[in-house]
């Protein structure tokens, strides 16, 4: 057997090879306004006598008013492209070099627009970096590699079958964990897979029902607090149960349980930390406020507003009041932390006093009721940003405007996404995933539907 290959220089938005041939595609594009390719070119292209059209150029590039936003539309159609040519359930693999946040989610959106479902990113070290690496104090110096595959045809056919049906939910859920690196090990030590998180699960569900235009079937909490009695954990990370047996042989053989590094930038973020911070240690307002506020740090967006911590934790979380008997995780806490309340019944007076004031994480049921309510706050504040008049909004809440988006999205009410984008500044849009992917699609469906 022979073996042959092609080489063909042509755009990559529109190649001659026929739909679903390709095992395998690596791919290593231009990243916003790293480098000018085609001006880098036009001295020997003159020389030759063919210069390189670029209006179709996927590059940022400000003398030729080419913003983000127009590299995202550009790179899209490669993307779309790789998407068409790819054989379903087979894999991509996108370099990616820029420290800005807002190419990184243009990238993001179009791969996921596109079809494409982000399973894994690592750091790729070159040992050699390029030029710019290695003489600008401003350029990243590890390059990052996007690992994203393309579902099988058996996933989109039973999507189109069933439609936003919640089993359309847990069979993305189920085929998406059978995709992911089981065990991430360097120098020696267990990683945590991050795209085992059971929140960015849930991203990549709300891309792939919003990619096909689908409202979500489940929320955030129906969705957390459903998943782990239909998958099993382990150290914060969603398995499958054929998958578990494997984690555990490796994580018996190292000594410390991997780590999530949680940064709090946004109201999100911050929500997140406190559930980690409250289900290890149930505790009063005065012992959680020291820890909360050292994470607020320069990490914090620019347009987002703070939020104060009483807010947080009165609509996310429960406080014990003293009456009835200590819910079972704070008992579990105590009980195990003081050897004095240890073997205590949960309605020993000396337990209810220490116990007083502590909050801690709400049970499943309570959780979707707590849920409930604070959407509606959230809903209720962003139909005051879709009525404020005059000049962009200065300050807001990214929930706010995730929730209003996702509302307007199952409503097919795209005209809100767009009028309420256009009122905050373009770079707040631009570095958040969740917002410009509903942002990218309500204009897509409103352009299709003018």
């Known amino acids: 057997m022979t073996a042959s290959a092609i080489i063909t220089t042509q755009s990559a938005t529109s190649s001659s090879l026929p739909d679903s041939s390709i095992d395998y595609i690596f791919t290593d594009p231009p990243f916003g306004e790293n480098i000018y390719y085609s001006d880098l070119n036009y001295l020997v292209e003159s020389w030759h006598g063919v210069t390189t059209d670029f209006q179709p150029e996927a590059i940022v590039d400000r003398v030729r008013q080419k913003g983000v936003t127009e590299y995202q539309r550009l790179i899209q159609k490669c993307f779309l492209e790789y998407h068409r040519v790819l054989k379903p359930g087979r894999w991509m693999t996108v370099v990616f070099s820029n420290s800005r946040a807002a ?148 994580r018996a053989q190292v000594t410390q349980a991997p780590q999530m590094e949680l940064f709090v930038s946004d109201e999100r973020s911050a929500i997140d930390w406190l559930a980690d911070f409250l289900k290890a240690r149930p505790s009063t307002y005065q012992e959680i406020h020291p820890e909360f506020i050292t994470q607020l740090g320069a990490g914090w967006k620019k347009h987002e507003a703070k939020p104060e911590l009483s807010a947080l934790l009165e609509n996310n979380f429960l406080r014990y009041d003293g009456e009835g008997d200590v819910p079972s995780q704070i008992h579990a806490y105590l009980s195990n932390g003081w050897r004095e309340f240890r073997g205590l019944d949960k309605s020993d007076p000396s337990l209810k006093a220490k116990a007083r004031d502590r909050w801690y994480l709400p049970d499943p049921n309570k959780a979707q009721d707590l849920e409930k309510k604070r959407e509606k706050a959230l809903l209720k504040e962003f139909d005051t940003y879709a009525a404020a008049t005059g000049r962009k909004l200065k300050e807001f809440r990214l929930e706010v405007l995730r929730a209003g988006f996702k509302t307007a999205w199952a409503n097919r009410d795209y005209q809100t996404i767009i009028k309420v984008a256009h009122k905050i500044p373009e770079e707040a849009l631009q570095e958040d995933e969740k917002l410009l992917l509903w942002y990218d699609q309500a204009v897509t469906r409103a352009d299709a539907a003018a």
């Open 103 to 250: 190419v990184w989610n243009a990238i993001q959106v179009a791969l996921q627009q596109t079809g494409f479902v982000v399973a894994e990113v690592t750091a790729l070290d070159k040992k050699q970096g390029s030029f710019q690496q290695v003489t600008s104090p401003n350029v990243v110096k590890q390059d990052l590699v996007i690992s994203a595959y393309k579902p099988g045809a058996g996933l989109e056919r039973r999507l189109a079958e069933r439609g936003a049906a919640i089993e359309s939910a847990w069979d993305f859920v189920q085929n998406h964990l059978a995709q992911l690196s089981v065990i991430k090990m360097k120098d020696g030590t267990l990683e945590f897979i991050v795209e085992r998180d059971p929140r960015r699960v849930y991203d990549r569900l709300i891309a792939w029902f919003v990619r096909h235009d689908l409202p979500v079937p489940l929320s955030s909490d129906e969705f957390l607090s459903s998943v782990r009695s239909r998958f099993p954990e382990r150290d914060g990370m969603l398995f499958l149960p054929d998958q578990v047996s494997a984690y555990e042989r490796k």
